[in-house]
């Protein structure tokens, strides 16, 4: 879209934009995260909404110069996110990039992530672990458990028709017309993942993947815990069933929707 | 010996023996105190009007069957049940389970309604952050 190309120029164009970080019970981590944004991505507005935490992340985010959106009640990830996205659309933002508030995802990668969006090639960047990159740092290691679910979801994504290699990452920049997707009631809140692209990629947004590097998740993955992976992936397919019902839109430039990074 | 013709005779049997008097007035009263709970539930505004149309429905679809004669056993005939008491016990199950929907339903939409209302607070609660932070600069 051209939204975010036509404000570049004006000014900082880093202004015009805003890092989202949903944080629950971060405050010893979410201090650096957020220093490390505004040294990455000087002038950028940081907003990190805090899903009902008990410690103070709050207030260690406000000191680091964040704005913060303190939910009242918990409403999870994808709440959190939504939250995130309706801010930017009332605050009119060109552009908008998540990430995690837990370290896992470094601020040095988010002006290469968010490239391809304000050059206009494409209208959600997803930062990925997988996509082979030119310098030499070491691949990310994943244990059995994860890489099954990871190829899983990358698998039902290509069913869809949406090419991705790292379906769970949660590090990403999109313009307003991800944005304004985003915040309507289509976005499903529960366990936003593989089906918020294919719901992208089903009302015409251009996706790409850039290539990122993440730390390792200091904390377990839920796919570890019991019964949850089978939940999970109950509620997964129950999701992609539910997305079958909205209407599709064709991309404006049809073809151009992998790969862009 | 054609056990079915038997269960047959016998179901027949169980079809023609006359409605109970007692049970006859006992569901007459039921409905009449349920439509009478829910009437006063609204008057007292402990029962918003929106949530009474399945409520009024039930109470007055069982004062009909037990007001009409004869109308338990043709449905009790028509499901294929023994006894006119197994229709009332599916019947009522089917209402409940009706309930549990609709119930499940209007729950659904509230805590949309609360996630809505929670991000709005969010939201407003960080644009006053901003300003903060501009005033700060």
């Known amino acids: 879209m051209s939204e975010a190309a036509s ?5 900082n164009p880093n ?3 805003l890092v989202i970080m949903p944080a629950r019970n971060e405050a010893t981590r979410i201090g650096d995260v957020v220093d490390g944004v505004s040294r990455a991505l000087p002038g950028a507005r940081v907003l990190v909404i805090d899903d009902d935490s008990e410690d103070a992340t709050v207030e260690v985010a406000r000191a680091a110069g964040a704005a913060v959106a303190p ?9 959190a996110l939504q939250t995130g996205y309706h801010f930017a659309v009332r605050t009119s933002c060109a552009w908008l990039i998540q990430m995690d508030s ?3 995802h470094r601020p040095e990668d988010l002006p290469a992530l968010l490239a391809p969006v304000l050059e206009g090639r494409c209208d959600l960047a997803i930062g990925s672990r997988f996509v082979p990159r030119e310098d030499e740092m070491p691949g990310y290691e994943m244990d059995a458990v994860r890489s099954l679910g990871r190829r899983s979801l990358a698998l039902l994504g290509r069913l869809g028709g949406v090419r991705v290699t790292d379906p769970t ?3 990403q920049a999109m313009n307003t017309a991800a944005l304004e997707l985003f915040t309507s009631s289509w976005y499903p ?5 593989i089906d918020v692209l294919l719901l992208a990629h089903r009302r015409g947004l251009r996706l790409c993947e850039v290539p990122v590097t993440m730390r390792p998740s200091p904390r377990p993955s839920m796919l570890h815990s019991g019964w949850m992976p089978v939940y999970y992936a109950y509620r997964m397919l129950l999701s992609l069933w539910a997305l079958s019902a909205i209407p599709r839109r064709e991309s404006p430039e049809p073809g151009s929707d992998s790969q862009g990074g | 010996m054609d056990r079915s013709a038997e269960l047959e005779r016998l179901r027949s049997l169980f079809l023609s023996a006359p409605e109970s008097d007692a049970t006859r007035t006992l569901m007459v009263i039921g409905s009449l105190v349920l439509i009478a709970i829910v009437l006063w539930l609204v008057r007292r505004r402990a029962l918003r009007e929106e949530h009474t149309p399945i409520w009024i429905a039930i109470s007055v679809g069982l004062a ?3 007001l009409v004669p004869g109308m338990l056993g043709t449905i009790t005939r028509w499901i294929g049940a023994w006894t006119p008491a197994s229709t009332l016990f599916f019947l009522g199950e089917v209402c409940l389970v009706a309930l549990c929907l609709s119930f499940a339903i209007r729950h659904s939409r509230t805590s949309v309604e609360i996630r809505q209302l929670g991000q709005e607070v969010a939201v407003l609660r960080a644009t006053l952050d901003e300003l903060d932070l501009d005033r700060a600069d």
């Open chain 1, 189 to 193: 809140v529960d366990y936003p993942d």
């Open chain 1, 15 to 17: 202004a015009r934009g």
């Open chain 2, 64 to 66: 009909i069957v037990s």
């Open chain 1, 7 to 11: 404000g570049m120029g004006t000014a």
């Open chain 1, 169 to 171: 990452s949660g590090l």
């Open chain 1, 102 to 104: 837990d370290g896992q």
């Open chain 1, 71 to 79: 939910l009242p009640i918990h409403l999870g990830y994808g709440g």
